[in-house]
């Protein structure tokens, strides 16, 4: 999952993805010390480390599988989790309207299983950092797992436990992404620090010229439609 160990044949403690002959995805991390069992039949570790995607293994009721490190998109909805996750068809336009880049510092305020959190610290890549706030314990603790087992070391992500609208600490920040019902894109200046918590707890800001909240800009209004399931909304601090 971190693109910084895509190649080459398979390691201990790798996260892969096993795929069946209707093409169903097993989620599995290639740990010695627990063996790997789909649908009643077991595999060795070792049958699998040292060998290159796209390899075709054999459970111990001979089903073969083939397997692969998990892209993205396979990694997001076989994620273990307690809490609903955001899936890539909502992980796109958030990165698109975040306007994220590499060695941005931002801001994220829940995060579930961390499905979000790896998207994100992919985006910013090594030079940028996240700090992640997380109301719930468990939900943190989840997505704290997530993150060490199928992405990787991050040291560069940060992850507390409190209400962001409150307890926000961080200072000379890029982007916030908020885990929220709607999608909204936020663009507001550096010191206006107000319109983002008062947005967080869901209050009225002043009204800006366009009718809307001062510095929201809808992203059903860009696009023509308004979207649909579990998204979030962006802030870019410009």
Not at 9 to 30: G, M, Q, S, T
Not at 63 to 69: D, I
Not at 87 to 109: H, M, N, Q, S, T
């Amino acid at each position: 999952m971190n693109p910084k160990a895509l190649r080459g044949p398979f390691l201990e403690n790798e996260p892969v993805v096993f795929l069946d002959r209707k093409d169903r995805e097993y989620l599995a991390r290639l740990d010695r010390s627990r063996p790997i069992a789909i649908r009643g039949g077991k595999f060795s570790i070792e049958d699998i480390i040292g060998h290159e995607e796209g390899s075709v293994v054999r459970s111990s009721v001979n089903e073969p599988f083939l397997v692969f490190r998990p892209s993205l998109p396979q990694l997001i909805p076989n994620l273990p989790r307690n809490a609903q996750v955001i899936y890539p068809k909502d992980l796109g336009p958030i990165l698109i309207w975040a306007d994220l880049f590499p060695g941005a510092r931002v801001v994220e305020a829940g995060v579930g299983a961390g499905a979000l959190s790896m998207t994100l610290l992919r985006a910013i890549a090594g030079e940028g950092h996240l700090y992640s706030y997380e109301l719930r314990q468990d939900f943190a603790a989840m997505a704290e797992k997530n993150v060490a087992k199928y992405f990787g070391a991050a040291p560069n992500w940060t992850l507390k436990i409190g209400d962001v609208a409150t307890e926000l600490e961080e200072s000379d920040i890029d982007r916030v992404v908020l885990d929220r019902r709607s999608t909204i894109c936020l663009h507001r200046d550096p010191g206006d620090a107000d319109a983002l918590l008062a947005y967080q707890r869901d209050e009225r800001p002043p009204s800006a010229p366009d009718g809307g909240p001062h510095g929201v800009s809808n992203l059903c209004s860009k696009t023509g439609e308004r979207p649909k399931g579990h998204s979030s909304k962006s802030l870019s601090f410009r």
